[in-house]
């Protein structure tokens, strides 16, 4: 899709890619080797992806992975999606962070937390 950064991306800048989804690096990173991974087809977000290529992102997801243990060796990761404009979303074209952690990384960082959890809890 014209003017979508993730459609438009250059294939100089794909670190990975398979049949139905590439990997590149974030152009953001909250942590060195933060990568997105997304569906070829431009597709809003996870809701309106084909079961083929959720399979696929995952696989690529688990590919990337293995080459971000080692190049960065971080010590665990987050996986993570924004699901519309009220979840964080700002690019419109599905995509899937996959954020290596570094022991110590949110003392190090204002607003990088140890995990997802703190952002969702409720007092029941």
Known sequence: MKNCPFCEKPSSDILIENEYAKAFK???????????????????????????????????????KKILDKE???????????????AGQTVFHAHVHLI??????????PGLKPGVKKLIRRKI
């Open 26 to 64: 974030d152009i953001r990173p909250v942590n060195p080797g933060h990568t997105l991974i997304v569906p070829k087809r431009h597709v809003e977000n996870w809701w309106y992806l084909t079961e083929t290529e959720r399979i696929y992102i995952d696989r690529l997801i688990v590919e990337v």
């Open 72 to 86: 960065h060796h971080p010590s665990a990761y987050n996986i993570g999606m924004n699901l519309g404009a009220d």
């Open 100 to 109: 290596p952690r570094y022991k110590g990384d949110a003392d190090k960082k």
